[in-house]
């Protein structure tokens, strides 16, 4: 099916005869514009004339019945909408999109739509003059070169056969494997980018450029079986590809067709639910693994798609309505200059790579996959090519006109049914991972536009707080005493609705800088692919495309502006339209919206619609609003996720509220019991920011999370910490990582605080609002504001912070108060804070996690063995000193070539480690100073300091808290112990060796003295030129790394085996005996 002229059915007969088009069109008297100012002047009749039905059948008593009332009600003050004379009956038709009458003979100059008789009724709207100029019919598709282009294929036969493979390619299971390292792999990556370089550079290749780029992984990278390797996937890749240059798609196809199995679908159980949990936070996917606590997902799945679940989902995926000229800007669109977006380059493309999260579309090539071939180094060149390629196709499509049917498969959806709670099927549509980073590029290289053309009254196109200062705002306005009730809207299928031809209009005349972009995408109707059927989109926005936020913002402000009332605050995000004021100023503003709204896309669904009115209105409210099937209460109803109206109704939302998390936090309390780690690093980085959004935009409410701390602190933290802690204990727990907490606040305490954060960051927002003041310098003003009082605000958390950990300090024993002074030292927390991924060895197991925060914090370890190998009592301090086992020369060995390797990773050149120094005879060296022939530096490179100098470096690790320690200072002992080995080595390596010596002491809490920081930072700064890293990434990543192996090595000589062996001499072994 072409994308540019699909073919709908429509629910409802079509009003033509069947031997003209110029039949009398009746409309329903809702969408039939009234006449004068006599009630008498609207019909009272609604007529449907079947298109294969004789409409002047005089014997049927039913349609001369309605004809006669027609004619009883016509106003005789009618008149053409385009000549202006009067109209009669039975010589008129009206205009589908904006129900204007016309005389027959003034279309004529229009062409009218041509209608085939066909069984099933075919949809054709019938359109005035100028509304059948603003609905253009799209261009047809060029014709292509005949000249072979891809082995014997020419383009157009290379459009056809790919178009044919998309529709099967997505029934296909996911079963790709990793793009291998390597050559093979950069040539594949290499195929990819000359297929993007095709379509930004060559106009005669455009029409199947992207098309091969989004179908090639699923052609190339199928897996043959469950347990192949990377060597059988790199023999099967270079295969494939030389096929793939060939232009052998058929062959491919059938190769993978043989590979595919269909999944089975197995009830997600509680077992099933821990493992894919743990499984998606081992690699990074922290969001996605938050999905999994809740317990309300596992009642519901994935519908199988019969007949009438497809039929559910053609309902809400209507055809295109026509546009109505009323709605249309006469102005022509502003100017704007394509250089803009020169700023999306190929580190934009590799940032948006990065952040790019979710499954893949119809190709089944997934985010994990892409960002593997955009942002891996070990792919060198290619990565950062097909980056900068991909940054050309973005400015090429928010820049040039493309034909709709060349972005047919770019633009394609998997569309998922899912259902809901209530049964009913809620429509998910996931499109390809390429269209969604290129199009997330092109909409955060104009952001500013987007939120200017936006202003203050639609806050969903990337306001910094706009739901939250939403929310504020309503509630503020409905605070007030002249404010007699609050009406929340909500439409029907909104976004799928939206109609689209007047949204795109409104884009090129509001934010025209975006309007090429939004035309390519949603110029033309899309495929949506469910199961083995396809459906078209032809209307609304995408939900999930990052466009369509920001489209359907812009599409309806004209609409926002027609409702635009004096005694009526009006606040919208996305499609929840929200007012607050007088109860007749709401009755006016619902009027507006129901009669306008239609020819917008939004249809207002008034059994959710939501009328909050004050006790002493209500019975106005009711008389009002009374026929129209608006909800009318004096309690209250949930608002953008919050609440409005009384304080029993917030009480119970939030009660509500917390008996979900109670219930998530009792499936995390399940998954701790076995990976503690993985469960701490969801809490802190993902679960509580659940209820963090609730307690911004609520007051007063903290004591309704009691229910949650008793979770917390009586069966989540014990798991954590390997015992149930005191109030003081608690209170350390509660503060920041790098305070010596472990951010595990109370939400008692900080729902105030939260509040009052939100209040005070989004209030220029907020007054801008409550001012209905829209013009674009105040809109961007109150971001500037905004963002300095974040800031403010983190600094006040900071502050109250500091305090509330003096006072903690002030009540602990010496012991604790010298354990909280490590964990807090630099460094020292890192490993607390790393994703615990998998990939980078970054995951601790049930015990490693315990020890380490008991190691951390000083608490008694009640499972150690009585005593050490050594002979002497064995304790958590002694198990790190002891020389029993040679755990510690383990450690510092490990610690040692993990700072050579990054040294290495770094480009010093050459990195040697345990190197013998040069022989001293004949030197004058101090006393103090390692002589000994023997003597060996740890780490040796060059160009650390200078340029070809030698960078001799030795490492130390001490334990801060061994009895002789316990005293002093812990900034003294790095300094104690730095100067210890410059006593030994520094002399010996300038005079002898001609070089530099820096001593690297950390300590076994994870701190380490000024001097490695400094060859830290060197190292870091390196990296960033070397590799294009940003410094604080890399930073954090060295950190981490050297964090875990100073914690690992830690970990073993608390829990290994200490004894004193006595060795044996092979030739003293018998290997027989058994």
Avoid at 147 to 160: K, P, R, S, T
Avoid at 369 to 390: H, N, P, Y
Avoid at 567 to 590: C, F, K, M, P, R
Avoid at 980 to 997: C, D, I, T
Wanted: glycine fraction near 6%; aromatic fraction near 8%; include cysteine.
């Amino acid at each position: 099916m072409s994308r540019g002229s699909p073919s709908r059915c429509q629910s409802t007969p079509v009003n033509l005869r069947p031997d003209s088009h110029l039949l009398s069109f009746f409309t329903p008297r809702s969408e039939f514009p009234s006449f004068g100012s006599n009630d008498s002047n609207t019909f009272d009749s609604e007529i449907s004339f079947n298109k294969h039905s004789d409409c002047h059948d005089e014997s049927n008593d039913s349609t001369d019945e309605c004809i006669r009332n027609i004619r009883n009600t016509l106003s005789l003050d009618a008149v053409c909408c385009e000549c202006s004379e009067k109209i009669y009956f039975g010589e008129f038709i009206s205009c589908t999109a904006c129900s204007n009458l016309i005389h027959p003979q003034c279309v004529t100059s229009a062409p009218p739509p041509t209608i085939e008789l066909s069984p099933i009724p075919e949809y054709s709207p019938t359109l005035c003059l100028a509304c059948s100029n603003v609905n253009q019919s799209p261009p047809p598709r060029p014709q292509l070169s005949q000249v072979n282009c891809w082995g014997d294929l020419n383009a157009e036969e290379v459009f056809v056969k790919l178009q044919a493979l998309a529709p099967l390619i997505s029934t296909w299971a996911p079963n790709l494997f990793e793009v291998p390292f390597g050559a093979v792999g950069r040539s594949f990556i290499d195929e990819l980018t000359r297929l993007a370089n095709l379509f930004a550079t060559s106009t005669a290749s455009e029409s199947y450029a992207l098309s091969a780029l989004v179908l090639a992984p699923a052609l190339l990278l199928q897996k043959p079986s469950k347990k192949s390797k990377v060597d059988r996937h790199k023999s099967l890749l270079e295969r494939r590809l030389e096929l793939w240059k060939s232009g052998k798609f058929d062959q491919l196809f059938r190769e993978a067709s043989a590979i595919q199995k269909p999944l089975n679908y197995q009830p997600p159980s509680e077992e099933r639910c821990n493992k894919r949990f743990v499984d998606l936070m081992r690699n990074g996917q922290t969001s996605e693994a938050t999905g999994w606590l809740d317990s309300s997902r596992h009642t519901c799945g994935v519908k199988t798609c019969t007949d009438e679940v497809l039929l559910d989902l053609e309902k809400k995926h209507p055809p295109a309505a026509p546009t109505n000229s009323k709605h249309v800007h006469s102005d022509p669109p502003a100017d704007h200059q394509p250089v803009t977006f020169q700023s999306i380059t190929g580190e934009s493309i590799y940032k948006c790579g990065l952040r790019i999260k979710g499954s893949g579309g119809p190709s089944g090539f997934d985010s994990s996959g892409v960002s593997r071939i955009l942002c891996a180094k070990k792919f060198k060149q290619s990565s950062t090519a097909l980056c900068d390629a991909l940054s050309l196709v973005a400015q090429k499509l928010a820049t040039t006109e493309v034909h709709g049917d060349f972005l047919a498969i770019f633009c394609s959806s998997r569309l998922i049914p899912l259902e809901k709670s209530d049964g009913g099927t809620r429509p998910i549509g996931i499109g390809e991972v390429f269209r969604r980073i290129v199009v997330k590029a092109i909409i955060f290289s104009q952001r500013v536009a987007i939120k200017v053309a936006a202003g203050c009254v639609q806050l969903a196109a990337g306001q910094s707080g706009g739901c939250e200062a939403a929310i504020h705002s309503l509630c503020d306005r409905f605070e007030e005493s002249d404010c007699e009730g609050a009406l929340l809207l909500d439409a029907s299928n909104a976004f799928n609705r939206l109609n689209r031809g007047l949204a795109l209009h409104s884009v090129g005349r509001l934010c025209p800088i975006l309007a090429q972009l939004v035309n390519n995408l949603y110029g033309a109707p899309s495929p949506l692919y469910v199961g083995t059927q396809v459906l078209m989109s032809e209307e609304g926005a995408t939900q999930g495309c990052p466009a369509a936020m920001a489209m359907y913002s812009i599409g309806i402000l004209p609409l926002i502006s027609l409702a635009d009332l004096e005694d009526v605050l009006q606040v919208w995000y996305a499609d929840d339209g929200n007012a607050a004021g007088t109860i007749s100023g709401l009755h006016e503003w619902y009027d507006i919206i129901a009669t306008h709204g239609p020819a917008f896309g939004y249809h207002i669904n008034p059994e959710k619609c939501v009328l909050i009115a004050k006790e002493h209105h209500l019975e106005k409210a009711q008389e009002l609003f009374g026929e129209t099937g608006v909800q009318i209460t004096t309690a209250g109803a949930r608002h953008l996720g919050a609440a409005i109206g009384s304080t029993e109704f917030k009480t119970t939302f939030v009660t509500n509220k917390v008996s979900e998390w109670v219930s998530c936090l009792e499936n995390l309390v399940t998954v701790a019991k076995t990976h503690p780690h993985v469960a701490y690093s969801n809490y802190v980085r993902s679960l509580k920011m659940k209820w963090s959004y609730l307690q911004r935009t609520l007051p007063d409410i903290g004591h309704l999370f009691q229910p949650m701390e008793d979770v917390l602190r009586h069966k989540l933290i014990p798991l954590f910490v390997g015992k149930h802690v005191s109030d003081n204990e608690r209170r350390i727990l509660a503060l920041p990582v790098k305070m010596g907490g472990m951010a595990l606040e109370n939400p008692v305490q900080t729902a105030n605080q939260e509040y009052n954060n939100s209040r005070f960051a989004t209030g220029p927002l907020v007054s801008l609002i409550l001012a209905e003041e829209d013009c674009p310098n105040n809109i961007m003003d109150a971001e500037m504001k905004s963002g300095k009082l974040k800031k403010k605000c983190a600094e006040a958390n900071d502050e109250r912070n500091t305090t509330e950990r003096a006072g903690i300090l002030a009540v602990l024993d010496m012991k604790t108060q010298r354990a909280m002074e490590l964990c807090s030292e630099p460094g020292a927390s890192s490993w607390l804070t790393a994703r615990p991924l998998q990939k980078l060895g970054h995951e601790l197991n049930q015990v490693e996690f315990v020890d380490a925060i008991r190691l951390r914090y000083g608490f008694h370890f009640p499972d150690l063995i009585g005593k050490c190998g050594c002979g002497a009592q064995n304790s958590s301090d002694h198990a790190l000193i002891c020389k029993v086992g040679g755990f510690d020369m383990w450690r510092h060995d490990h610690l040692r070539d993990t700072l050579a390797d990054i040294l290495r990773y770094a480009g010093f050149k050459p990195v040697n480690t345990e190197q013998p120094m040069l022989p001293c005879d004949g030197f004058n060296l101090p006393i103090s100073a390692n002589i000994k022939a023997e003597a060996r530096m740890d780490i040796v490179c060059r160009g650390l300091w200078s340029d070809m100098q030698a960078s001799f470096m030795d490492v130390r690790v001490f334990h801060p808290n061994a009895p002789s320690y316990l005293k002093v200072p812990i900034s003294n002992l790095y300094k104690q112990h730095q100067n210890q080995k410059k006593l030994a080595y520094m002399r010996r390596v300038q005079e002898v060796e001609q070089g530099s010596f820096t001593p690297l002491v950390f300590s076994t809490s994870g701190g380490f003295a000024v001097e490695v920081g400094k060859v830290l930072e060197k190292a870091a700064r390196k990296i960033c030129d070397k590799h294009k890293e940003s410094y604080a990434e890399t930073m954090s990543f060295i950190r981490e790394k050297t964090r875990f192996s100073l914690l690992r090595s830690t970990l073993v000589a608390l829990r290994g085996t200490k004894r004193r062996v006595v060795p044996v001499s092979v030739e003293d072994v018998d290997f027989r005996d058994k």
